[in-house]
């Protein structure tokens, strides 16, 4: 029986997953616990028999979630398939998931036992399954935290961009008019960051509520064979960045930059058939932060920006060095927030 209006609306986009889709599907037909769910499919123009799998599987479907099919007329993308889901939910809370991944039974029940023991949390995240993104559970705590602390853990890499296995109320969407960036790699870089900009009140529950898996014919995976491909869509997400920049969280918001330069300048080094005004580009974003911290007065961050140059810039080629980027990371941080206290006090 049908629950009447969802609580959580469920965004799935459909493409080129039909290895994967029953599973998926599944997972979200198992779902326990007394909760009035949608799950929105968009099928976003798959040439392959993605839907086929869908449509059998919802016929022979009798249970509580209230299914629905959208179809774009031509390939648009992830982003685009996600906004269309958002603009049809009518739930109060939205969930993403990634075709090719899957969710555990008790998922939603435990994302939404949150919001509803505590309505004043906006958004919960659980812990996952999988290669990407893994998080030191030790570094954030399980209590609601405020935005101050949200920002400060997403900028310093310890929260996961990724959207999905994210429980986000509907309406703060709604308010900011928030949306993801159509035609861009990469996007959830820009969408979590202006997501948790409008976050008052954030949980993360450490349990595993998610499955990720390597799917070799992702976009991500595919990018792999030619990295550079990625860069005009890292550019456009740094350069938002630097627009758009965080003065009130500035120590680890400039980290955040760096980790992301340093991510597109290996690619630079790496493969010799950059165009040179991508090259320039990146090589602009690069001084552009430096200008800003100097101005700033950051002089911790200033000599750690100097990793983005050369010869500088070996040094955080050696392994040893790049297995502990994240704790010199969070010794920058630390350096850097008590150099900044000291100087407020002089």
Not at 264 to 291: G, Y
């Amino acid at each position: 029986m049908k629950m009447g209006k969802p609580f959580v609306s469920i965004i799935i986009p459909v493409y080129r997953v039909s290895k994967y889709i029953e599973r998926c599907l599944r997972s979200v037909m198992q779902q326990q616990g007394d909760i009035a769910m949608e799950c929105i499919l968009v099928d976003d123009c798959s040439p392959d028999d993605n839907m086929d799998i869908v449509k059998r599987l919802l016929d022979g479907y009798d249970g509580p979630i209230t299914f629905h099919t959208i179809c774009h007329k031509q390939n648009l993308g992830l982003s685009a398939a996600r906004n269309t889901g958002i603009k049809m939910a009518q739930g109060d809370y939205l969930f993403f998931i990634d075709s090719d991944d899957y969710i555990t039974d008790d998922c939603l029940q435990k994302l939404t036992d949150v919001v509803k023991n505590k309505p004043e949390v906006q958004v919960v995240k659980g812990n996952h399954f999988g290669s990407i993104g893994m998080i030191n559970v030790n570094n954030i705590p399980v209590e609601p935290i405020d935005n101050d602390t949200l920002l400060s853990l997403l900028y310093m890499c310890e929260i996961p961009v990724m959207a999905w296995n994210t429980l986000i109320k509907r309406s703060m969407i709604e308010e900011w008019r928030l949306s993801f960036c159509q035609g861009l790699l990469h996007e959830d870089n820009m969408w979590t960051v202006q997501l948790f900009r409008h976050v008052d009140c954030f949980q993360f529950i450490p349990d595993k509520t998610y499955y990720y898996e390597v799917n070799p014919g992702s976009i991500i995976e595919k990018q792999k064979e030619c990295p550079s491909r990625s860069l005009p869509h890292r550019i456009k997400i740094v350069d938002e960045l630097l627009n758009s920049f965080d003065s009130r969280h500035f120590v680890p918001y400039t980290c955040y930059i760096v980790f992301h330069l340093i991510q597109m300048l290996d690619i630079t080094d790496k493969d010799i058939h950059v165009a040179r005004e991508v090259l320039d580009s990146v090589v602009q974003l690069r001084n552009r932060l430096l200008r800003y911290s100097i101005r700033n007065g950051r002089v911790i961050l200033v000599i750690y920006e100097m990793l983005l140059y050369m010869p500088f810039r070996y040094l955080i080629r050696f392994r040893t060095l790049r297995r502990h980027y994240d704790g010199i990371n969070r010794v920058v941080y630390k350096m850097a927030m008590l150099f900044n206290g000291l100087h407020e006090i002089e």
